[in-house]
């Protein structure tokens, strides 16, 4: 028949296609961004996925025997890569990790069950795949479940962020990544419960072949959206007067979570470190700092450990501790450091302004 060829040669270009694109994508400078590389990430593991269909559509056990049966659930992965991608735009990726650690012990625990089920029954091929049946529709129901958790959460962080994050952004293509996920999750969802129902599981592969062609599809939407137009977008930016409102906008969101993290308190911050933890090149930062407020980074960085600094002197809570415990608190690497800036930036002394305070 027409429709299992097809579907076999879509997988395999679909992996030869993932699988260079991530070449190409490490291998350019130009594309050295976290956000690109979580989207390539999320296109490795879909051509993996497809890899390991298109070796069980073909039944091609002169290559590797056990790939006929052991399941390797790559799928586990692909949305939290894409959460990775999603938040990565405020910089918060701590729910989006702990996403991805759950994915890691889901995939190694199916990988080892797979493996002893393989191991078992390899001597009797008939009942090693009828248990197989029954353990991977086992779980794709909880890949299933898994993957569309973790699309909700992306879903929900996306709606709720997206005047504040992603308007300067310009990828409003995004939005419509969504439905298009959530149809095929529900498409995948009707292939396993129609097979269950019917106990067939020939009829659940069919469908779930036609689920792979989609994931294909999506690939193809993920590379030229997610990344040639991410990129476009730089040369862009690139092209524009050098620092217009969208720049300011972003200097102001960097303001903002240097304050909020209290990334300033970091005593080995340099320009290089906070330009990665921000993802943006350390040029880039320093020309908007010294463009919008006429310091350098260093400078703009001590003027906020200096306002920490007369916070702390103010506090009652903290009269017991020294002067130099206070400055190493703000973010002040040496003593000597703390007494340079805050008489520079103040007039006084760190003990005068506290002696001051308390008049």
């Known amino acids: 028949?027409?429709?299992?060829?097809?579907?076999?040669?879509?997988?395999?270009?679909?992996?030869?296609?993932?699988?260079?694109?991530?070449?190409?994508?490490?291998?350019?400078?130009?594309?050295?961004?976290?956000?690109?590389?979580?989207?390539?990430?999320?296109?490795?593991?879909?051509?993996?996925?497809?890899?390991?269909?298109?070796?069980?559509?073909?039944?091609?056990?002169?290559?590797?025997?056990?790939?006929?049966?052991?399941?390797?659930?790559?799928?586990?992965?692909?949305?939290?890569?894409?959460?990775?991608?999603?938040?990565?735009?405020?910089?918060?990726?701590?729910?989006?990790?702990?996403?991805?650690?759950?994915?890691?012990?889901?995939?190694?625990?199916?990988?080892?069950?797979?493996?002893?089920?393989?191991?078992?029954?390899?001597?009797?091929l008939q009942v090693l795949k009828s248990v197989m049946q029954r353990f991977n529709m086992v779980a794709e129901f909880t890949g299933l479940i898994f993957n569309t958790g973790v699309l909700l959460s992306a879903?929900?962080?996306?709606?709720?962020?997206?005047?504040?994050?992603?308007?300067?952004?310009?990828?409003?293509?995004?939005?419509?990544?969504?439905?298009?996920?959530?149809?095929?999750?529900?498409?995948?969802?009707?292939?396993?419960?129609?097979?269950?129902?019917?106990?067939?599981?020939?009829?659940?592969?069919?469908?779930?072949?036609?689920?792979?062609?989609?994931?294909a599809i999506i690939i193809y939407w993920i590379v030229y959206?997610?990344?040639?137009?991410?990129?476009?977008?730089?040369e862009t930016v690139k092209n524009k007067p050098e620092f217009n409102e969208d720049h300011k906008r972003e200097y102001e969101r960097i303001l903002h979570i240097i304050r909020e993290k209290g990334l300033f308190t970091d005593t080995e911050l340099s320009v290089n470190k906070l330009a990665r933890y921000l993802d943006i090149s350390p040029s880039k930062l320093s020309k908007m700092v010294q463009h919008f407020s006429e310091k350098n980074v260093p400078e703009l960085i001590n003027s906020m450990r200096v306002e920490r600094a007369k916070e702390l002197l103010t506090n009652p809570e903290?009269?017991?501790?020294?002067?130099a415990h206070i400055g190493w608190e703000a973010g002040f690497n040496s003593r000597s450091a703390f007494y340079n800036h805050f008489k520079r930036l103040t007039g006084m002394t760190p003990k005068e302004y506290k002696e001051k305070a308390k008049e």
Request: with cysteine.
């Open 225 to 234: 959206l997610g990344i040639y137009r991410f990129s476009i977008s730089k």
């Open 1 to 124: 028949m027409w429709y299992p060829k097809l579907v076999e040669n879509i997988l395999l270009i679909c992996f030869v296609q993932g699988f260079i694109v991530t070449l190409f994508v490490i291998g350019a400078k130009f594309y050295r961004s976290r956000r690109v590389w979580y989207l390539t990430l999320m296109v490795l593991v879909l051509s993996l996925n497809s890899f390991q269909a298109w070796m069980k559509t073909g039944q091609r056990s002169w290559l590797f025997e056990w790939m006929q049966y052991v399941h390797v659930p790559w799928y586990l992965f692909v949305m939290p890569f894409f959460y990775l991608f999603v938040r990565s735009f405020t910089h918060d990726l701590k729910p989006a990790k702990r996403v991805l650690n759950s994915a890691y012990v889901l995939f190694v625990l199916s990988v080892l069950i797979s493996l002893f089920f393989y191991l078992q029954y390899r001597s009797n």
């Open 318 to 323: 903290f009269d017991k501790y020294t002067l």
């Open 155 to 215: 879903w929900r962080f996306f709606a709720g962020n997206k005047k504040e994050f992603f308007k300067y952004l310009n990828i409003s293509w995004l939005r419509s990544s969504f439905p298009i996920a959530f149809i095929l999750f529900f498409i995948w969802f009707t292939a396993i419960v129609s097979a269950y129902i019917l106990k067939d599981y020939w009829y659940f592969k069919e469908i779930y072949n036609g689920i792979r062609v989609g994931s």
